[in-house]
């Protein structure tokens, strides 16, 4: 009965919120909350919310804390000679922009991080793609894309299949390579045609798809201040650059190195950029309230989801879809279980988190398949070309798929809507490439 309920719980969450019928922070404060009355389990609620409050705590605190550091940052001008470089190197071609998105979100999340990807990746280009009345869609896309395919040794799925099927990173991965190499391939010959796409729909002067314009994919960066172009200049600070860079690098550098807490590190570079671009306390309020709308939007739905997540795991709904849907194979499909995974693994992001799946559902399946004859490890392959690789950006149980909408200024189902296809097309992609290669057998 738990699985029953813990499944009509996330496909009511992924209906409410695809069709924008309500906004993510209610859905997913309401539906596990209804889910866990229905089980009977109401009165346990509030100790749910709680916990799954504590967890995402230093994720939502990052996340503000980025806004508010990046939003500075943009004021002071720091992105812009970036769009200039970036404007230089590929013109003003989208085809050639959106491919340029890729490669730098791959480049940035060679140290398997989604969120420094697009703390990173999307505040840097957005303001471009609003410059050229690019759809802020396809900006999400792409970096979702290059991002998602990197299933490298250290990044968070592949260390947790390799624990969870005790065998050595390298032996998980290694075979991998090649089907890596054709998703990257794919990933940037989808985003030359979406760039291409958007390239032709400028030309034409083909104002964007309603559905597009609805999420606010038009909005200007200053949307939260609503300052003028004489604001702009006049928030600018030139002669602070080098120091704002050197900030910056030092800012990032210490998240990528892991030397402390993300949560703390942006916190004090908020403090530092706040005192050294605008020294007068008045100037500070009024940084910090330009951009405290995005921000508190932001922690509002990171707090939201915790309490999905904590409502979910603890009455144990999450672990009963587990066992059920690794329990529940035909004896027909025992011997393609590595198929059957791997076109399955994408979407199962949407029900399953990390922890969950590869903790929980990984092994019951390897165990299934090696008992029709098939090595676990293969399991834990097909896995990998999707589950939380190419389903991150997407999946409501990431931290990361609402800061790519948010940084993005789109709504979360335009993004999921838009998305959802290409990342499930790249994941298809690999498998295909998995099999012909004999990575996993037919």
Same mark, same amino acid.
């Given at each position: 009965?738990?699985?029953v309920?813990?499944a009509?719980?996330?496909?009511?969450?992924l209906?409410?919120i695809?069709?924008?019928?309500?906004?993510?922070?209610?859905?997913l404060? #309401?539906v596990?909350?209804?889910?866990?009355?229905a089980a009977?389990?109401?009165?346990?609620?509030?100790?749910?919310?709680v916990?799954? *409050?504590?967890?995402?705590?230093?994720?939502?605190?990052?996340?503000?804390f980025?806004?508010?550091?990046?939003?500075?940052?943009?004021?002071a001008?720091?992105l812009?000679p970036?769009?200039?470089?970036? #404007?230089?190197?590929v013109?003003?071609r989208?085809s050639?922009?959106?491919?340029?998105?890729a490669?730098?979100?791959?480049?940035i999340?060679?140290?398997?991080?989604?969120?420094?990807?697009?703390l990173?990746?999307?505040?840097?280009?957005?303001?471009?793609?609003?410059? *050229?009345?690019?759809?802020?869609?396809?900006?999400?896309?792409t970096?979702?894309?290059?991002?998602?395919?990197?299933?490298?040794p250290?990044?968070?799925?592949?260390?947790?299949?390799a624990?969870?099927?005790?065998?050595?990173?390298?032996?998980?991965?290694t075979?991998?390579?090649?089907?890596?190499?054709?998703?990257?391939a794919?990933?940037?010959?989808?985003?030359?045609?979406l760039?291409?796409?958007?390239?032709?729909?400028l030309?034409?002067?083909?104002?964007?798809?309603?559905?597009?314009?609805?999420?606010?994919?038009?909005?200007s960066?200053p949307?939260?201040?609503?300052?003028t172009?004489a604001?702009?200049a006049? /928030?600018?600070?030139?002669?602070?650059?080098?120091?704002n860079?050197?900030?910056t /690098? +030092?800012?990032?550098?210490?998240? +990528? &190195?892991?030397?402390?807490?993300p949560?703390?590190?942006?916190?004090?570079g908020?403090?530092?950029?706040l005192?050294?671009n605008?020294?007068?306390? &008045?100037?500070q309020?009024?940084?910090?309230?330009?951009?405290?709308?995005? &921000?508190?939007?932001?922690?509002?739905?990171?707090?939201?989801?915790?309490?999905?997540?904590?409502?979910?795991?603890?009455?144990g709904?999450?672990?009963a879809?587990?066992e059920?849907?690794? !329990?529940?194979v035909?004896?027909?499909?025992?011997?393609?279980?590595?198929?059957?995974?791997?076109?399955?693994?994408m979407? *199962?992001?949407?029900?399953?988190?990390?922890?969950?799946f590869?903790?929980?559902? *990984?092994?019951?399946?390897?165990?299934?398949?090696?008992s029709?004859? !098939?090595?676990?490890?293969? +399991?834990?392959? &097909?896995?990998?070309?999707g589950q939380?690789?190419?389903?991150?950006?997407?999946?409501?149980?990431?931290?990361? !798929?609402f800061?790519?909408?948010?940084?993005?200024?789109?709504?979360?189902?335009?993004?999921?809507?838009f998305?959802?296809p290409?990342l499930f097309?790249?994941? #298809?992609?690999?498998?295909a490439?998995?099999l012909?290669?004999g990575?996993?057998p037919?």
């Amino acid at each position: 009965m738990l699985a029953v309920i813990g499944a009509l719980a996330v496909v009511s969450l992924l209906a409410l919120i695809l069709s924008n019928r309500t906004s993510p922070l209610a859905a997913l404060i #309401l539906v596990p909350a209804i889910a866990a009355l229905a089980a009977g389990l109401g009165g346990a609620v509030p100790g749910y919310v709680v916990a799954g *409050l504590a967890k995402i705590a230093p994720v939502a605190g990052m996340f503000v804390f980025a806004i508010l550091f990046f939003g500075i940052m943009t004021d002071a001008g720091l992105l812009a000679p970036l769009v200039s470089v970036v #404007l230089r190197l590929v013109g003003e071609r989208p085809s050639r922009i959106t491919v340029g998105t890729a490669l730098l979100a791959l480049l940035i999340h060679l140290d398997g991080s989604g969120a420094v990807c697009f703390l990173v990746t999307i505040p840097a280009l957005r303001p471009l793609y609003d410059r *050229l009345g690019m759809d802020r869609r396809v900006l999400a896309c792409t970096a979702s894309m290059a991002a998602g395919v990197n299933f490298l040794p250290w990044t968070g799925p592949t260390l947790r299949a390799a624990a969870a099927l005790k065998v050595p990173v390298a032996t998980l991965f290694t075979p991998m390579i090649a089907v890596q190499a054709v998703g990257l391939a794919f990933v940037f010959a989808a985003s030359w045609w979406l760039g291409l796409r958007e390239e032709r729909r400028l030309a034409a002067g083909t104002p964007l798809p309603a559905a597009a314009a609805a999420s606010g994919a038009l909005r200007s960066v200053p949307e939260a201040g609503h300052e003028t172009d004489a604001d702009v200049a006049r /928030l600018r600070r030139p002669r602070l650059f080098p120091v704002n860079v050197v900030l910056t /690098l +030092i800012v990032v550098g210490v998240m +990528i &190195a892991g030397l402390t807490e993300p949560v703390v590190v942006f916190m004090i570079g908020t403090a530092a950029a706040l005192v050294i671009n605008y020294p007068d306390a &008045a100037e500070q309020r009024a940084r910090i309230d330009a951009h405290a709308r995005a &921000a508190l939007l932001m922690a509002g739905i990171l707090f939201a989801a915790g309490a999905f997540t904590g409502i979910m795991n603890g009455s144990g709904m999450i672990g009963a879809m587990a066992e059920t849907a690794a !329990t529940h194979v035909p004896r027909e499909l025992g011997g393609r279980l590595p198929v059957v995974v791997g076109v399955l693994a994408m979407p *199962l992001s949407l029900l399953f988190d990390p922890d969950s799946f590869y903790f929980g559902v *990984l092994p019951v399946i390897a165990g299934v398949a090696e008992s029709f004859g !098939t090595p676990g490890v293969a +399991i834990g392959r &097909a896995a990998l070309l999707g589950q939380m690789t190419t389903g991150f950006p997407i999946s409501p149980l990431t931290p990361a !798929t609402f800061l790519v909408a948010g940084l993005s200024g789109i709504e979360l189902g335009a993004h999921q809507r838009f998305s959802i296809p290409w990342l499930f097309g790249a994941s #298809l992609v690999m498998l295909a490439a998995a099999l012909l290669f004999g990575v996993l057998p037919l």
